[in-house]
């Protein structure tokens, strides 16, 4: 049963770490390209759809990780395990603290109330991302190492 939880768990945090690296590689550079309002306009949505699936998925992984370090903690590589949790805490406080509250007002900005520094806001965001993407990436291949 161990073992379907490792799995399990892994591929949940790999496909959340493949929806960040997309949106931060692919995602909204491909937005930032468009003309006119459209990037931002798409961002807005984006930030609705992602901002009521993402925490969800976080928390989920999070939870998921603190299972099997409980579960695995007499078996190699709970260290990594407890690491790669760690990680992913640190990566729902970052969220939480510094990438939400930028995302909760560009979900709600349009082209005719979004304010005067909104490139600026959304540059900050989008360099908070890459840091958790860089994060969650960590935790990622401490988990996928804590298999071996």
Not at 49 to 56: D, I, N, S, W
Not at 78 to 99: E, H, K, P, R
Not at 127 to 143: G, N, P
């Amino acid at each position: 049963m161990l073992d379907v939880l490792e799995v399990f768990t892994t591929v949940a945090v790999g496909v959340m770490v493949g929806v960040e690296f997309s949106v931060a590689f692919v995602i909204n550079p491909i937005l930032n390209a468009l003309p006119g309002d459209s990037g931002q306009l798409g961002r807005a949505h984006g930030g609705r759809m992602l901002g009521a699936v993402m925490p969800v998925w976080y928390i989920t992984s999070l939870a998921l990780v603190a299972v099997w370090a409980v579960a695995g903690r007499h078996h190699p590589g709970t260290g990594l395990v407890v690491t790669a949790g760690a990680l992913l805490a640190v990566s729902v406080i970052m969220s939480v603290l510094l990438l939400v509250p930028i995302n909760n007002r560009g979900k709600t900005w349009t082209p005719e109330n979004r304010p005067a520094d909104w490139k600026q806001q959304m540059n900050r965001w989008d360099r908070l991302h890459y840091v958790r993407v860089a994060v969650i990436i960590a935790s990622f291949a401490l988990l996928v190492t804590a298999l071996a």
